[in-house]
């Protein structure tokens, strides 16, 4: 699990702060089918971090899928959306039970 003290310090929070907004701390309360999409080109710390929320929510009882696009970034990844058939949007509709 990454270092809550590293992350709090690259968004420059305090540990109040990274504790209330860390996702791997707040785990789902709703126990439900979620996606958990990461861009291959992110750095390895947001890939991990992706990865352990979707650990965490595996943990509550959430089926998760995981998934990191290639050739996706923070900002690229949610332009797979206006590609039907691309992994991104057959994933969620599936999930959505609409393919």
């Known amino acids: 699990m990454p270092s809550l003290a590293l992350n709090a310090e690259a968004w420059h929070l305090d540990a109040d702060m990274a504790a209330r907004n860390c996702p791997v701390l707040n785990p789902p309360r709703v126990k439900c089918a979620m996606l958990v999409a990461v861009g291959a080109t992110e750095s390895d ?5 992706s990865q352990d929320y979707a650990d965490v929510a595996r943990a509550t009882g959430c089926p998760v899928e995981f998934m990191e696009l290639k050739g996706e970034g923070h900002f690229s990844i949610t332009s797979q959306y206006m590609h039907l058939g691309s992994p991104l949007m057959t994933a969620t509709l599936k999930l959505m039970g609409l393919n």
Request: glycine share 0%; aromatic share 20%.
């Open 45 to 49: 710390e947001f890939k991990s971090m």
